[in-house]
């Protein structure tokens, strides 16, 4: 009997470790495997079904027969042999099927420890399936679940969570997605030179949203989701390596180390917001801010000037440099905040310039810029621009005014943690 049970809970301990090991081997290569079958089979959908369904093989067969020395280009096989299998049972012994077939020969023969790709090099095909899963026909929501799904291996339950929303949910925004790309015929392919900046910005767009969301979260009773913000930097390291010459891409790569760096001094030990100003900056994380000024090096030096994500990432570096808030370059922020301002306007650019001509000449001009936003309504529900205004009114003495400011922002915050902050501040504590 006890034997019995001995064997049951070695079984299920192994079966557990399997079930890890898949599900780390997933998050490493499944852009690549679903990229390799998605050429292959010409289907994007399909390509993520194989997928999905070789590694149910796996989760199936590993915890009896082992792991397989290179699990990816198990994987990888197996989805070849259902996509092969499903062509011959619709009858279509096209040029596709004799290709997948030929490809599967000469794996088989080379060496079955051997991956179907070089690990050392990134190639065109997880590119392609970038731009397919931030398509532009796509909505935001959609490009952002699929991207995260595809691209960065994650579960629809743990989208769920990091954006708060059902598994349901994700799974049919995931499901619609992939409809919208084959209804559209959307081709598994590296963009035109001539339609290259308007898909490129829609890629890094999607992966700022993801970073932004991991930065603050819009709502939950967490600040920050850092996980998230890793995820879209792992992707943005991805990108850069793989288009090397685009300076907005590693501008963006840049602005994420640089602000991710001050990720562990964001929050106190009880996860309770700590603002720039209270900072312990020897806490930030100095191994990212290295790599961010590095990537903005290498955008600079391909000499085409700075875009939108680069301009944002030297503000981030004005940031990491100073060793107290005191010492920071504002006056070279509020002029990279105006030349952000002409390349790509917004309110919340202005917003922010004003907070940093706060900082660099005084509250009362910075007000006067606030309250000018606020005449266009064009950041009306915004939680921020109160706050913001609050912040201004305070340091000119009107506090009354200011606490009637720090409510407003309280009430329109959706994050928890967040709204607490601004109601103490508006409580006067």
């Known amino acids: 009997m006890n034997n019995s049970h001995e064997e049951a809970t070695a079984r299920s301990t192994e079966s557990h470790g399997v079930?890890?090991?898949?599900a780390a081997i997933w998050r490493i290569e499944s852009a690549r495997i679903i990229a390799t079958l998605t050429r292959l089979t010409g289907d994007f959908g399909l390509a993520e079904d194989l997928a999905q369904e070789a590694v149910i093989d796996a989760l199936r067969q590993w915890p009896e027969q082992g792991v397989p020395r290179n699990p990816a280009s198990w994987l990888t096989a197996v989805a070849k042999r259902k996509a092969i299998d499903g062509f011959r049972r619709r009858e279509r012994l096209d040029q596709r099927l004799a290709v997948m077939g030929q490809e599967l020969e000469r794996e088989q023969e080379s060496a079955v420890d051997e991956l179907p790709w070089d690990p050392d090099e990134i190639d065109d095909d997880v590119l392609r399936l970038v731009f397919i899963s931030c398509h532009p026909v796509l909505a935001r929501e959609a490009r952002?679940?699929?991207?995260?799904?595809?691209v960065g291996g994650l579960s629809s339950e743990e989208i769920g969570r990091a954006f708060l929303l059902p598994v349901a949910t994700v799974q049919q925004r995931i499901v619609r997605?992939?409809?919208t790309l084959a209804a559209a015929q959307v081709p598994f392919e590296v963009p035109s030179h001539g339609e290259l900046p308007e898909r490129l910005g829609s890629v890094l767009g999607?992966?700022?949203l993801i970073f932004n969301e991991g930065h603050t979260a819009s709502s939950g009773t967490d600040w920050m989701r850092p996980e998230l913000g890793q995820e879209a930097a792992r992707l943005a390291r991805g990108l850069a390596a793989l288009m090397p010459k685009e300076p907005e891409v590693h501008g963006l790569l840049a602005l994420m180390e640089l602000t991710a760096a001050r990720f562990p001094a964001r929050v106190d030990a009880k996860g309770e917001p700590v603002l720039l100003a209270d900072q312990d900056r020897q806490r930030w994380d100095q191994g990212k801010i290295s790599r961010g000024r590095q990537a903005l090096e290498r955008a600079d030096a391909l000499g085409r000037g700075r875009g939108a994500y680069c301009l944002q990432a030297a503000i981030a570096r004005c940031h990491a440099l100073a060793p107290h808030i005191e010492e920071t370059d504002w006056d070279q922020i509020v002029v990279l905040y105006e030349a952000l301002g002409r390349l790509a306007p917004s309110p919340v650019v202005e917003l922010n310039r004003a907070a940093a001509v706060a900082m660099a000449t005084g509250p009362e001009s910075a007000l006067r810029i606030i309250?000018?936003?606020r005449a266009t309504g064009a950041l009306r529900g915004y939680h921020l621009l109160p706050a913001t205004r609050a912040e201004l009114l305070l340091r000119l003495g009107r506090e009354e005014e200011a606490r009637l400011e720090f409510a407003l922002a309280a009430s329109?915050?959706?994050?928890?943690?967040e709204r607490a902050l601004l109601q103490a501040k508006a409580a006067g504590s």
């Open 144 to 150: 952002v679940a699929l991207t995260l799904r595809v």
């Open 177 to 179: 997605a992939k409809k």
């Open 19 to 22: 079930e890890r090991t898949v």
């Open 206 to 208: 999607v992966l700022y």
């Open 412 to 417: 329109l915050a959706g994050n928890e943690r």
């Open 371 to 373: 309250d000018g936003i």
